[in-house]
């Protein structure tokens, strides 16, 4: 049972508005680390986004960003490969919350894209919300064999795409090959319409349009495969393609205390 679950009789699940939080920004050393073979050596700013949605039963988080605990350290969280993300978190995602009036408690669900540090970094803030991640993602061994979550968390495992509501108005989908059970998410908005949250499927707008992988994904195919599948979402919802670490895109979205409906 979903843990927003609508009781007998009341109304349908639907999506009241969407925030963009601020869950890190960095700078990435050589983006051919995303896009083998093109701009090597060149590097490029990079953002991580986290999307809190409000339904008419209550909230639901999609990723967590870098842990809040970077936010306190001077020089940001430094990557063990220089080619990667330099992180900094301007803001923390406990902040962004108590700014909008919503407490960890208050977000009884969520999911994650995968799990990357960048994506999973503040999971236990919200030590009772159901989790929907994929079963390949969680059962997939972490450093050193170590589970990716804490066994205590309840979780939801899913084997594809799942209509939390049964309504169409947010559904999983399962994208893997950036890891083995990424997963995206299609929103269905009153307003703004329909709008596909990428995770890591893609991870800047060249490499969508060029269909590029990067080296370091889990499989080139699934990837590709997965692309694929969400340029069929795309056009069949007629949806907008929100690219998780894409500044220049990023950029010409409201960010929260603003909000999408």
């Not at 919200?126 to 991640?133: E, K, N, Q, R």
């Amino acid at each position: 049972m979903c843990a927003l679950s609508v009781a007998t009789g009341r109304a349908q699940a639907g999506v009241e508005k969407l925030y963009i939080l601020n869950c890190g920004e960095g700078m990435a050393g050589d983006i051919s680390r995303w896009s083998p073979g093109v701009d090597e050596g060149k590097s490029m700013a990079f953002v991580d986004n986290c999307y809190l949605i409000k339904l008419s039963q209550g909230w639901f988080l999609w990723d967590t960003g870098i842990p809040d605990a970077v936010a306190a350290m001077p020089n940001g969280l430094p990557p063990a490969d220089p080619k990667a993300v330099y992180w900094h978190r301007p803001k923390t995602l406990a902040s962004q919350l108590e700014q909008i009036g919503v407490k960890p408690s208050d977000i009884t669900a969520m999911a994650v894209s995968h799990t990357h540090p960048d994506h999973i970094g503040n999971v236990e803030m919200f030590p009772t919300a159901m989790l929907y991640v994929q079963k390949a993602e969680y059962d997939w061994p972490g450093a050193g064999g170590q589970p990716r979550f804490r066994k205590e968390h309840p979780v939801t495992l899913l084997e594809g795409d799942k209509d939390i509501f049964g309504d169409g108005s947010l559904t999983i989908l399962s994208t893997p090959g950036h890891t083995p059970g990424h997963q995206s998410l299609l929103v269905k908005l009153p307003q703004t319409g329909e709008v596909v949250l990428s995770g890591d499927a893609v991870h800047f707008k060249s490499n969508w349009d060029n269909r590029r992988v990067p080296a370091l994904n889990f499989s080139k195919d699934e990837t590709l495969a997965s692309m694929e599948k969400l340029s069929q979402v795309l056009t069949r919802e007629k949806a907008q393609l929100w690219i998780n670490h894409d500044k220049a895109q990023r950029d010409t979205l409201k960010m929260s205390p603003e909000f999408y409906q």
